[in-house]
């Protein structure tokens, strides 16, 4: 695996073969499904309260997705940029449980239609809007980001075995599986394990490997949370139902079904014992008011007098070396 450095961090990259992005011949594509007033959209383009910072062109049976930000908050959609701007850089703890549910829900309905993800991290989850000044959207998290989805299933609906030669791990090492650093080949319970870091760092913040940077250091503090000293760094002061989680997702085999509706339990468990509210959401208020104001979706669509350029990224390091 070899890494480069960008705005989220230290990053895999890799190519991905035809066969890794070749979807159901029943799913239309981009073209077919995205409208015209969507399509219409370009960088620095305002809709209600989100500017566009810019779009990510469609793969051949996937939507555009739109990278947007807060016009005057500056913050992003994505749960990774509503985390930062929320009170110690974290959600609460019962919205970052029951938000992180309806990642995991995202997650299972992709699995349903025989693909994982293989790229998760808290930029793939984003919130909904008000939307005419109806504010239940708000509650919804939607996954995005479907690139190196990787089909799982056999056309009879059994699992394909394990390529000898799997396309390498794509995307932040920081929420890597640890069968990537294997370079092995990821299957469901890889799409969960990223999960359980995105929960995670939404609730606390950070995750304790944050600043390593090297691929071999991350692996190697990966394994080292899942017992004794290092599951309390990892897990110290959150409820005990998230090491239940952890040991849900560690027992699971390449080719095993997940139990979903377990951590569903869980989770839900986590929240009624924690004495806390659900909801509203940490970023409802704002986003109610701002609709209130005008500045909701409902607004307008306008260009912004000078939009502003997206910063260069960063030079890549030299690539450190990869985990065996």
Request: hydrophobic share 40%; net charge neutral.
């Amino acid at each position: 695996m070899v890494l480069k450095e960008d705005d989220r961090g230290p990053v895999a990259e890799t190519a991905f073969t035809d066969a890794d992005r070749a979807c159901p011949k029943d799913m239309p594509s981009a073209k077919e499904k995205a409208s015209k007033d969507i399509k219409a959209l370009g960088e620095g383009e305002i809709i209600g309260n989100w500017k566009v910072v810019r779009p990510i062109e469609p793969e051949r049976c996937f939507n555009t997705i739109y990278v947007v930000e807060h016009a005057k908050k500056g913050y992003l959609a994505a749960l990774k940029f509503i985390r930062k701007a929320c009170k110690d850089g974290k959600l609460s703890l019962c919205c970052g449980l029951s938000a992180g549910m309806q990642c995991l829900k995202a997650l299972e309905e992709l699995h349903k239609v025989g693909f994982v993800h293989r790229s998760l991290n808290p930029s793939t989850f984003a919130i909904g809007r008000v939307i005419n000044g109806d504010p239940r959207d708000l509650r919804n998290v939607y996954i995005l980001d479907f690139g190196f989805a990787h089909q799982y299933r056999n056309p009879d609906g059994s699992h394909k075995a394990p390529r000898p030669n799997p396309s390498k791990y794509i995307g932040s090492a920081r929420y890597a599986p640890r069968n990537a650093y294997l370079n092995r080949e990821l299957s469901r319970v890889d799409d969960l394990e990223m999960w359980l870091y995105v929960v995670v760092e939404l609730v606390k913040g950070a995750l304790p490997w944050v600043a390593q940077r090297n691929a071999k250091d991350i692996f190697d503090y990966q394994k080292s949370v899942r017992t004794g000293l290092g599951l309390r760094e990892f897990l110290g002061g959150l409820p005990v139902e998230f090491v239940d989680m952890m040991k849900e997702v560690d027992k699971l085999a390449y080719a095993d079904d997940p139990n979903y509706n377990e951590i569903y339990s869980l989770i839900t468990n986590a929240i009624q014992l924690s004495g806390q509210k659900e909801f509203p959401y940490d970023w409802e208020e704002a986003e109610i008011e701002a609709e209130k104001a005008g500045e909701g979706p409902g607004a307008p669509l306008k260009k912004e007098e000078a939009p502003t350029a997206l910063p260069a990224a960063p030079a890549p390091p030299a690539p450190p070396v990869a985990a065996k």
